[in-house]
């Protein structure tokens, strides 16, 4: 079984809470987001990943995308054609794990 969010209420609510817990930055980066630009991220994703509190990290939408993570490549395109993140954007791939 896939991981699945909590109801929207209840995965908004969560989301303002990392947010604030982190905040209101980048964990990678440091960029200053708000909180309806922020994205939270889930540090552990799949099946081992949670939705609690530990496991997910406030990031701004460039870092998300570049994460290493075959679940973000759904969200290439779209960064690209918004420009928010470079035709090269191969060699900026993170991750920490
Ligand atoms: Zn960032």
Redesign the pocket.
Known sequence: MPRRRPPPEIWEERRRLVWERDEGR?T??G?PLTLEECHCDHIRSGKLGTNEMVNLRT??R??HVLRADIRHRGMIAAALRDGIIPPDWRGLVWDDE
Do not use: M
């Open positions: 980048c990678h980066c960029a990031l701004c460039r870092c």
